[in-house]
């Protein structure tokens, strides 16, 4: 349809025309989101748009960016007439849409001409943004420790603990992130130390807010990173994406500006209650805590690793990895390593570098012996770095000879630079093909994962953890990098019983994934690794291949458990019982299948197995609590708008325990 004659100069468009043109700023504000949701646009670039035009509303915030990506300072034409400026004729205005809902123009600093005027904009040290947050927290009735000298007697739920050894950039990165979750209605502070409940779009948010203090401030806050729009706002159309990205944005916009205007009120002081550490305690602290300093520690990482890749040439590394068909192609890809079997042969070597005994230990590269002697952690070992997400080394795993003592995977001790738990071997090198699209394959050890990056089918990258099971802080650092609610996972498992045990401890984890979850089950006993040692790369990859949907397998063994030879009613009703207790936990989208699944396993029909699912998601009270007989749930159907809704409202997905009588999982 064509659109309405436009208005003459000085007519008030009529009804009609009004319509059509908030359509059109409409529709540009959609396109806008849809960039961001395709990853077009930026998540920072909708930050720096906020930054700039916040006090105009989300929308209008796009609308500016669509039409005039470099505006700085944009204001009506009468606000402009009052700073002594004119617009300059023929400049055509910025449309956007007044709080009354009329269309109205705007004009950027660029498209005016007049006398200088007094900028808006502040910057400060970050030494004094973080004591101006502390008198933000103190005016909202909580209080920001930084190691203060005096015991804080107050609610420990009001106290931001600001964990030692962050730089004043750092601490006010922290502190921004902290007041973002107290005014967010609901929210609450993370742990000063241990952030993992902090993920998805709840982390989105408050990482969003920090990015906007800090540009308030003056300060860089470019280094920020900040995962795809789509792993948090939802990739299904059925997920609403666009009014996630909407809700999202302006809850970022409107506690940002909540705490700007609590730093333009706050007073300039110096230091702020319990931020303030006089040099002498900084002294202290420095000579007391060798883990203070992480650049020294992860230098010191990068001196022992180049230390270790010297020594694999002249060791029986090289040749016993040659053996395990990891030629020296694939040692020097992966920067492989030896360490020596003598007692202090890198500790030695890092004393005549300069480096103290007290730092050697806290690096986690050496350990005092009863004798008061410093041991090297790794001896004996063919070395594997483990990289952090920005691919510096933070520690090592060790494998010792296939007769050698002790375990055969050694790992660095957790320290200041390197927890086990968070980290996930392969990762940052993997991190290009995973960010275009490929697809993760978790293994269980740093062989299997050398032998399924040298042999994996195409389009398959290989991470294993360190030494621990997979675990949700992991899978956060996997999220961090790939949609693996779009892409999904592979496992790879033996189909021994301690590899059907670890199918049911991963799917804890992995439950909650949207996208495919699919199990590579390899013949009982053997592992990639081994694989790759007896039959070569063809074989590896050919098990790689077949795969099965992790929710089948796990709930095929939950019922080989209970059920046992279904001989009997009672063994077909536990195992179904069982079976329900596991599918209560998946997506809405799978439950379904699983359904028929253990219908047709058991012989039982399908609506007492969904009866069973239904009891097991929503149970039925005891009896004490009963008003009236209790009707048994139906099967919760899945949701019209999206799985991910309830993201939206915390960041995180209702666990099984939360979910009371009547809410869908």
């Known amino acids: 349809m064509a659109s309405p004659t436009r208005a003459r100069v000085g007519r008030k468009p009529d009804q ?7 359509g059109v700023l409409g529709a540009l504000a959609d396109d806008q989101i849809a960039q961001l949701h395709g990853e077009v646009l930026p998540w920072p670039w909708l930050l720096d748009q906020l930054h700039r035009h916040g006090r105009f509303g989300f929308e209008n915030c796009l609308l500016i960016g669509a039409q005039r990506d470099s505006a700085t300072d944009v204001r009506s034409y009468d606000e402009w007439r009052a700073e002594g400026r004119q617009v300059v004729r023929g400049e055509t205005g910025i449309r956007i849409v007044s709080s009354r809902g009329n269309p109205r123009s705007v004009f950027d600093v660029e498209q005016t001409a007049g006398p200088s005027y007094e900028q808006r904009a502040s910057r400060v040290v970050p030494g004094a943004a973080v004591s101006r947050l502390g008198q933000v927290a103190s005016e909202l009735g909580l209080y920001a420790d930084r190691g203060s000298t005096w015991a804080y007697g ?6 931001i603990l600001v964990p030692r050894g962050l730089d004043d950039l750092a601490a006010a990165v922290f502190i921004a992130h902290q007041l973002s979750h107290i005014l967010q209605r609901g929210d609450r502070m993370d742990d000063g130390v241990d952030q993992s409940a902090c993920v998805g779009v709840r982390r989105v948010r408050a990482d969003s807010v920090s990015y906007l203090v800090l540009a308030h401030l003056g300060l860089d806050a470019s280094p920020m990173v900040f995962p795809a729009v789509k792993s948090w706002a939802g990739d299904d159309p059925r997920s609403r994406p666009s009014a996630n990205i909407r809700a999202v944005g302006e809850q970022i916009r409107r506690v940002a500006t909540r705490i700007r205007r609590e730093l333009e009120a706050a007073p300039h002081a110096e230091a702020a209650p319990g931020l303030h550490r006089d040099s002498s305690q900084q002294a202290a602290a420095v000579s007391v805590d060798p883990d203070a300093d992480t650049n020294r520690l992860l230098a010191m990482q990068e001196e022992a690793h180049a230390f270790f890749r010297g020594q694999l040439g002249v060791s029986w590394g090289s040749q016993y990895l040659a053996d395990r068909g990891f030629s020296t192609e694939v040692q020097e890809q992966w920067q492989l390593g030896f360490a020596p079997g003598g007692r202090a042969a890198l500790t030695d070597h890092l004393r005549d570098l300069g480096r103290d005994d007290e730092l050697i230990v806290a690096a986690g590269l050496a350990r005092r012996g009863r004798d008061g002697l410093l041991y090297d952690t790794f001896r004996d070992r063919v070395i594997v770095p483990i990289k952090n997400a920005a691919g510096a080394v933070v520690g090592f795993t060790g494998r010792r000879q296939d007769q050698g003592k ?11 630079i390197f927890h086990k738990k ?17 697809r993760p394959i978790v293994v269980e050890g740093p062989f299997d994962l050398l032998a399924v990056a040298t042999s994996a089918p195409e389009g398959l ?21 790939v949609d693996v609610d779009k892409l999904g996972l592979v496992l790879a498992l033996d189909a ?21 979850v699919d199990v590579a089950v390899l013949p009982k006993g053997t592992d990639p690794a081994d694989l790759m040692h007896y039959e070569g790369c063809m074989t590896v990859r050919e098990a790689l291949r077949d795969v099965v949907p992790l929710a ?11 059920g046992g030879t279904f001989e009997f ?4 009703l536990a195992a179904v019982r069982a079976a329900a207790s596991l599918i209560s936990e998946m997506p809405p989208a799978k439950i379904a299948r699983q359904v028929s699944r253990v219908s047709a396993r058991t012989g039982l029909p399908p609506a007492q197995v969904t009866s069973a699912v239904a009891s097991a998601v929503s149970p039925e009270p005891p009896p004490s609590d009963r008003a009236a007989p209790v009707v048994p749930p139906q099967l919760p159907q899945v949701p019209e708008l999206s799985v991910n809704e309830p993201q939206i409202r915390d960041g995180r997905r209702p666990s099984p325990s939360s979910r009371g009588a009547g809410r869908h999982p």
């Not at 002790?406 to 200041?416: A, E, F, I, M, Q």
């Not at 397998?553 to 209970?562: A, K």
């Not at 009613?569 to 077909?572: I, T």
């Open 16 to 22: 009609r025309e009004r319509q059509w043109q908030l």
């Open 154 to 159: 107050g609610r420990e739920d009001r106290r």
């Open 406 to 416: 002790g375990p055969k995977y050694l790992n660095s001790r957790d320290s200041r």
């Open 422 to 438: 968070e980290l996930l071997l392969g990762l940052a090198e993997g991190r290009t093909m995973l960010s275009r699209g490929a």
């Open 461 to 481: 990258v290989p991470v294993a953890p360190c030494g621990t099971a997979f675990g949700p802080a992991q899978l956060n650092a996997l999220r961090a990098v």
């Open 496 to 516: 021994d019983p301690a590899g059907r045990s670890g199918v049911l401890r991963t799917w804890r984890t992995v439950s909650q994934v949207e996208g495919p």
């Open 552 to 562: 089948d397998l796990v709930v095929d063994v939950c019922i080989e458990r209970f």
């Open 569 to 572: 009613a009672e063994q077909r």
